[in-house]
């Protein structure tokens, strides 16, 4: 391939992941139909959901992408991951050349097994902090909602080293990495290059070692940068045989390498089966939950607090953890869960909101409603009201001769807050409050 032609590859490359950040960006932000489908390619939240709940579509995801890696090495984090993206351009506005990044091996490896270990045994813990979709929908969200803390965070570790984030934290991209590092096809040097150095100078994952003219292929985000810069087409992609650039064959380094990610995915299990402190308290404050999350400690357990849910909800009633990292909940004094609606359970991208049928939403109890006489206005002011039993999608509410309302049937509210919604009096006579664990109603 010519110059031009490697500058051709790398613009491609670049206004195909614009565009999906782009519409990654209208998921999270401004709620477009079916923008939220580019959360069925992503590994991270497809990953989870094959564990959390099973679907043949996340499995297939699944093993597109990783025999795509396994062949090619990680196009996915130029392309399809909004958060490395975001990086790129973090980077390039800051007009920085790249310096030759430490290989902090011993850190993603630490991070990445703990993640896996939690996984295993049901914890989304390490993906709820460092997933880079859910990280990506955090800073829309923060962003939108004015808080720059998690945006600023981002372009930091930009500015810093590029993608560190990708290369030393992602639990994600480590796992890929492992991918690559054995694959198919490698990016490699070839014995012409002069050792100019403008490979390395404009490669973000500081993978390029122009004295030894390797490429660690474990950490290369296939960005096309080197390719296209270089000036007498050193660079090019061969098979593992053909590659200039092998799996390294330190032993020493295998077995540190190999024991750091065991420990990891030790620490992660053991983490997981004792259960996590932080995330139990979580649990605990949650109040009322989106229709398929189950109770508390599981979704706690699972929901990786993306935002996707939120952006998503045409009621607007979804709302964020404090600090924006931890499980979200429904703040029904907003407004009401849609009877005709199962939008969240639809967009979850990790199986934390488990996916409901339209019908199985409408039997599914997520709280409960009870009915205070002291504050209706029937009683109180002597009018005519009956908002409430008018509001009830399933006829729990109904009213006695003379107007007032009689006792909720339990067996009948799902919770979902349409008679508070409605209910005239200062303070509510209608009120919704959490129950135990959802349940659904035989019809």
Request: glycine share 10%; with cysteine; hydrophobic share 45%.
């Amino acid at each position: 391939m010519n110059n031009k032609g490697r500058k051709y590859l790398k613009a491609i490359r670049l206004a195909l992941g614009i565009l999906f950040l782009a519409f990654a960006g209208c998921a999270f932000g401004i709620s477009v139909r079916c923008a939220h489908v580019l959360s069925r390619i992503q590994a991270g939240p497809v990953l989870m959901k094959c564990l959390s709940a099973f679907s043949a579509g996340a499995l297939i995801a699944l093993l597109v992408i990783a025999v795509l890696t396994f062949l090619f090495g990680r196009f996915y984090c130029a392309l399809l991951c909004p958060l490395g993206i975001c990086q790129d351009i973090f980077s390039f506005l800051c007009f920085r050349k790249s310096k030759e990044a430490y290989n902090y091996s011993w850190l993603r490896y630490a991070i990445c097994g703990i993640a896996v270990g939690m996984l295993v045994f049901g914890w989304h813990a390490v993906f709820l902090l460092f997933d880079p979709y859910s990280e990506f929908g955090r800073i829309v969200g923060a962003f939108l909602a004015g808080g720059f803390v998690p945006l600023l965070v981002i372009a930091a570790l930009s500015i810093w080293k590029k993608r560190v984030y990708c290369t030393s934290i992602c639990p994600v991209g480590t796992l890929l990495g492992l991918l690559a590092k054995w694959g198919v096809f490698r990016l490699s040097i070839k014995e012409r290059c002069v050792k100019c150095g403008k490979c390395a100078l404009n490669c973000p994952s500081g993978c390029i070692d122009i004295q030894n003219g390797t490429i660690d292929n474990e950490r290369c985000v296939r960005c096309m940068n080197c390719m296209s810069v270089c000036p007498l087409g050193c660079i090019g992609f061969g098979t593992a045989r053909q590659s200039e650039s092998p799996v390294n064959p330190s032993r020493r380094a295998f077995i540190i390498h190999g024991g750091i990610l065991l420990a990891g995915l030790a620490a992660g299990a053991a983490l997981a089966k004792c259960g996590i402190g932080v995330l139990e308290k979580a649990a605990r404050r949650l109040k009322i939950l989106p229709p398929g999350a189950g109770d508390a400690s599981r979704f706690a357990a699972k929901c990786t607090g993306c935002q996707l849910c939120k952006a998503n909800c045409p009621q607007h009633i979804i709302v964020s953890a404090p600090g924006g990292t931890g499980p979200v909940a429904l703040d029904l004094s907003k407004g009401h869960c849609d009877y005709n609606c199962n939008r969240c359970s639809q967009v979850c991208p990790t199986g934390a909101i488990l996916p409901l049928t339209l019908e199985a939403k409408r039997r599914t109890k997520i709280a409960e409603a009870s009915f205070n006489a002291q504050n209706c206005i029937v009683f109180q002011e002597d009018e005519q009201c009956g908002k409430c039993a008018k509001a009830c999608p399933t006829k729990a509410i109904t009213l006695r001769k003379n107007g007032t309302p009689k006792p909720v049937n339990t067996k009948l509210c799902i919770g979902c807050g349409a008679c508070q919604d409605v209910c005239p009096a200062e303070n509510k006579a209608m009120t919704v409050h959490e129950i135990e664990k959802q349940v659904l109603l035989e019809r």
